[in-house]
């Protein structure tokens, strides 16, 4: 009985590599065995367009404050057909405060869609500042087909091309200082007076308040004009390019103008000319007969 079951299990084990073996033959008869080659590295095909790379913030020649952030877009072309860049593998960038270049994303496969980004920069020391940023693209392409029997060989070449760009900042964590010239503390004989002052850095807003009325926005020394008699005090704002604030100064001072002699009428009636006139008249008519 065992002896029966053991040849019925090698027969049917014949049976299923027969039938196998047979699949195997009519398979690859109709779909050959496929290689594919991807190794050659070559330059990138003309008309390969690399990674574009749009910086958002910072803007380039603009001032931020203490926060800040790296904001910007990777942008993958698809100019060229089956030559274009297929994949970003790695991201990263280079910066004058950084004495080595920083990885921000490195991937064996990489992303194949447009990608946004955004780093934190407040660590960043004040001062002039520049910073790159580089993607490197990947792109392969068919070079050749070879056909050996049920073997076909394709055959790719493979390239890199690295795309980037660059905006030059400041970072102005400084706040600006104001230094009134004129007016000082003190008293002016005059009701016209001088708003003279100097602020430490280039200024996006100036302001005065005079007397806590309304602010005004002016661009540098003014004059202060038709001041009343009595006591005065004048505040003066500012804001860096950056929107760093100054420390508002106040500055306190009084009109008292000079005592003027009262100025005679110089109109007259019509009965005073003729009282003149009469009285000139008289006094000639005397002295010609005193004669």
């Known amino acids: 009985m065992e002896k029966k079951k053991l040849v019925t299990a090698v027969f049917i084990s014949?049976?299923?590599?027969?039938?196998a073996a047979a699949f195997f033959v009519k398979s690859t008869q109709a779909n050959p065995y496929i290689h594919d080659y991807k190794g050659t590295e070559v330059s990138p095909p003309t008309g390969?367009?690399?990674?574009?790379?749009?910086?958002?913030?910072?803007?380039?020649?603009?001032?931020?404050?203490?926060?800040?952030?790296?904001?910007?877009?990777?942008?993958?072309?698809?100019t060229n057909g089956d030559k274009s860049v297929r994949t970003v593998t790695k991201l990263y960038y280079k910066a004058t405060w950084e004495p080595n270049e920083i990885t921000i994303s490195e991937q064996e496969y990489g992303f194949r869609e447009s990608t946004s980004f955004s780093i934190d920069l407040a660590g960043v020391s004040g001062g002039n500042h520049s910073i790159t940023i580089y993607a490197v693209g990947h792109g392969f392409y068919e070079a050749n087909t070879v056909v050996n029997g049920i073997f076909v060989a394709h055959y790719y070449n493979r390239f890199e091309i690295i795309g980037s760009s660059t905006v030059s900042f400041t970072k102005d964590i400084v706040s600006p200082r104001i230094s009134f010239l004129s007016p000082q503390n003190g008293t002016y004989a005059t009701s016209d007076v001088e708003l003279d002052f100097t602020v430490s850095e280039a200024a996006s807003e100036i302001l005065y308040c005079l007397d806590g009325k309304e602010n005004q926005t002016i661009t540098g020394s003014v004059s202060l004009t038709g001041l009343a008699e009595g006591a005065h005090n004048v505040t003066l704002y500012a804001a860096d390019l950056a929107g760093n604030t100054a420390a508002p100064q106040t500055l306190f001072f009084s009109v008292d103008l000079p005592e003027s002699f009262p100025i005679m009428p110089v109109t007259a009636s019509i009965a005073t000319v003729a009282l003149v006139s009469f009285g000139l008249g008289f006094l000639a008519y005397f002295k010609k007969h005193k004669k």
């Open 14 to 19: 014949a049976l299923l590599f027969s039938a």
């Open 48 to 78: 390969t367009q690399p990674p574009a790379i749009i910086i958002h913030t910072p803007q380039n020649g603009s001032f931020y404050q203490k926060n800040l952030n790296l904001t910007f877009d990777v942008i993958i072309p698809n």
